[in-house]
């Protein structure tokens, strides 16, 4: 673990608070405001866990201290963040969204230290958030939105393989950090296209079962 190493990780913090930022700008008008609520929060909540994985990387590579907790948390919390997420983007896409529709979900924090149960949550939260940007590319006839979600998806899974490796190993670690802030510059090219393309004016209503 290094200091780079560590500010290297506040990059794809960046890039997703920016693709989140604009995709909330853009979503704000298709939601009810529970679904928005939950959507805000899971993107919160993400930013969240990166910004305290990568100090705590950062508090380590510089010999200042090793404070666990921060690391031991982002798992837990990112996981959670993402079903958020996933959970907005399926209340949008599938049920009928009035301004007074609330939905309740309490995210409680991990008690145990395994991390396998938020395994699944996390890659529905990034299929479902990814899947989602590519269904709205093609609604908005920009098809080649399509394919570059589903390689900034399969990068991410990468990113995730590559974090079950030895990374007392520095090249797994770099390996790994490329690869997130590669699958992240995706994220951030899908949702500005979206944008530009007129995402915030796109009626929903035939998409809604």
């Not at 798992?75 to 049920?95: C, D, K, R």
């Not at 409680?108 to 590519?134: E, H, K, Q, R």
């Amino acid at each position: 673990m290094s200091v780079p190493m560590a500010l290297v990780d506040f990059i794809p913090v960046v890039l997703f608070l920016l693709s989140a930022i604009s995709l909330q700008r853009d979503l704000y008008n298709k939601m009810s405001k529970g679904a928005f609520a939950l959507f805000s929060a899971g993107t919160f909540m993400v930013v969240a866990a990166g910004i305290y994985k990568a100090t705590w990387k950062l508090l380590y590579g510089a010999g200042l201290c090793d404070f666990e907790k921060l690391n031991q948390c982002f798992m837990p919390m990112q996981a959670t963040g993402f079903f958020l997420v996933a959970a907005a983007l399926v209340a949008m896409f599938f049920f009928k969204q009035g301004r007074n529709a609330v939905y309740s979900v309490a995210a409680v924090p991990a008690v145990f230290t395994g991390t396998m149960v938020f395994v699944p949550m996390m890659c529905l939260g990034i299929g479902m958030l990814f899947a989602s940007l590519a269904f709205l590319g093609a609604r908005l006839k920009k098809l080649w939105i399509v394919p570059l979600m589903a390689l900034g998806f399969a990068a991410l899974l990468g990113m995730g393989y590559l974090s079950t490796k030895d990374f007392l190993d520095p090249m797994m670690n770099w390996a790994a950090e490329m690869v997130n802030i590669f699958g992240q510059t995706i994220l951030f090219i899908g949702a500005r296209a979206l944008h530009k393309a007129g995402l915030a004016e796109l009626e929903l209503k035939k998409v809604a079962a």
